[in-house]
């Protein structure tokens, strides 16, 4: 069966309250699901959080969802309502907190390349926003329409913000090689 | 999704940017990981709160079940010793304790036959 038929069959399986339908949905969906939180949100484990909270908001509003329409776009923007929830709630409930989490958002503690270093320092420069977006753009291939839509934002913002995370990032790493 | 083209303009820095972005942000690769993040996910959408802490509960049955009948062997067998030092001590304080009977005898005069004592007794009542 095609894989697009095969998804519109649990879909409507799960409409009609087939858990383990939906279960085979979030198997398909939920790595995409989890790099889409995780442009967005500053760790791992918030990424996690909102991978849950995502799907557990997909599934009480499963029954208005349309079968014909494409799930994973659906999906990708409750996705990322979550993650950009979060991220309000922890800046509105411990703002401090939060600012010593963006200034070492991406901690690895396996990583000690100079290269590296400078990449999460230029990360923590940019905006939740133009971070989100290049993100998204360079590591999930998202185009430009489709992170707007994500993200609330025209297309337009999202290609204006992923052009000013390119230069400042690039600036980022192109110190490490005039050292 | 498709990934958008490399601006020719940045030659090898644009790529090496994405590729370095790729790493830091790349998803667990651990398919144990994805398999327990689905059943967290189950567990709260199936509005079942209490799915958690019977996971954990239930890896803890056999434990303690081993650990129960541990404990039921030791309890029956620290009551079979104790009966049995019980029984001892008793058995002991029988042997020690046991004063010799008195028995009181009752010689007949030789002198006198029974018929005549037998006499003796009705009249003296």
Do not use: C
Request: no cysteine; glycine share 6%.
């Amino acid at each position: 069966m095609d894989a697009r038929l095969r998804e519109r069959a649990l879909i409507v399986a799960a409409q009609e309250g087939d858990e383990g339908a939906f279960a085979a949905l979030v198997r398909l969906h939920q790595r995409r699901t989890y790099a889409v939180t995780r442009a967005i949100v500053p760790t791992h484990e918030d990424a996690e959080d909102a991978v849950q909270e995502a799907f557990l908001h997909a599934y009480r509003a499963l029954d208005r969802f349309q079968p014909d329409q494409p799930f994973a776009a659906w999906l990708n923007r409750i996705a990322a309502n979550a993650a950009l929830d979060l991220v309000r709630r922890r800046k509105v409930r411990d703002a401090e907190e939060l600012h010593d989490s963006v200034a070492l958002p991406f901690r690895d503690p396996a990583e000690s390349d100079e290269l590296r270093r400078r990449l999460r320092s230029g990360l923590t420069m940019l905006t939740d926003r133009q971070r989100a977006v290049i993100v998204l753009h360079d590591v999930e291939g998202y185009k430009h329409a489709e992170i707007g839509s994500m993200l609330g934002i025209p297309e337009g913002t999202a290609r204006s913000d992923l052009h000013h995370a390119r230069a400042l990032l690039r600036r980022a790493l192109g110190n490490l090689r005039s050292d | 999704m498709s990934r958008g083209p490399v601006d020719p303009r940045f030659d090898g820095a644009e790529e090496r940017l994405s590729r370095l972005l790729r790493e830091m942000f790349a998803p667990p690769a651990d398919a144990a990981y994805w398999s327990r993040l689905e059943s967290s996910i189950m567990a709260r959408v199936t509005g079942d709160p209490g799915a958690s802490w019977w996971t954990v509960v239930a890896g803890w049955v056999p434990a303690g079940v081993a650990a129960a009948a541990i404990a039921l062997l030791v309890a029956g067998f620290a009551l079979v010793q104790a009966q049995a030092a019980e029984r001892q001590i008793a058995y002991e304080q029988a042997i020690r304790g046991s004063a010799p009977v008195t028995v009181q005898t009752v010689v007949r005069p030789s002198t006198m036959s029974e018929r005549d004592a037998t006499l003796q007794l009705v009249l003296t009542r």
